[in-house]
């Protein structure tokens, strides 16, 4: 979901050939895959293309790739953190971008099916992220 969302936001701001939006998960529990079904639903319902997007597993050269590496709740920054290579990318909750967040942690709709919750809560953190980046990396944009 959040890679649809921040992708779609990257394309409205002309920014798609300058950031570079990728995911993936801990686990290889769904590497290969689209999107749940719940997800779809609420990018559909939204407009937010989500073609293409399919599950992989984190791999150590995206510290390398990437300057920002982004999970959804604690557990996934202990995982990352016991992955980490180098320092290279900055590893943050989605909701450490937003001010007074609703929530420290993107709660899974896989296991909850509040997809609709989730949607908000990861909208507004991608919002934020990208103003961050424009903010940080202004004169490269």
């Known amino acids: 979901m959040a890679e649809a969302i921040f992708r779609h936001?990257?394309?409205k701001e002309g920014l798609s050939e300058k950031?570079?939006?990728?995911?993936?998960?801990i686990g290889h529990w769904h590497v290969g895959n689209p999107p749940h079904e719940g997800t779809q639903e609420i990018l559909t319902r939204n407009s937010i293309d989500f073609k293409g997007i399919k599950a992989r597993q984190v791999?150590?050269?995206?510290?390398?790739?990437?300057?920002?590496?982004?999970?959804?709740?604690?557990?996934?920054?202990?995982?990352l953190q016991a992955l980490?290579?180098?320092?290279?990318?900055?590893?943050k909750r989605l909701?450490?971008?937003?001010?007074?967040?609703?929530?420290?942690?993107?709660?899974?709709p896989y296991f909850t099916g509040n997809f609709?919750?989730?949607?908000?809560?990861?909208?507004?953190?991608?919002?934020?992220?990208?103003?961050?980046?424009?903010?940080?990396?202004e004169e490269r944009l």
């Not at 609709?116 to 990396?137: A, F, M, N, P, S």
Request: aromatic share 10%.
């Open 9 to 11: 936001l990257v394309e």
């Open 19 to 25: 950031i570079t939006v990728d995911s993936a998960g």
């Open 59 to 79: 791999e150590k050269s995206d510290w390398d790739e990437f300057a920002y590496i982004i999970a959804m709740d604690a557990q996934n920054i202990k995982d």
């Open 84 to 91: 980490q290579p180098s320092e290279n990318a900055e590893v």
């Open 95 to 108: 909701m450490d971008y937003v001010p007074n967040a609703k929530e420290e942690n993107v709660p899974d």
């Open 116 to 137: 609709d919750y989730v949607y908000e809560l990861v909208r507004e953190g991608c919002e934020h992220l990208l103003q961050e980046i424009k903010t940080k990396w």
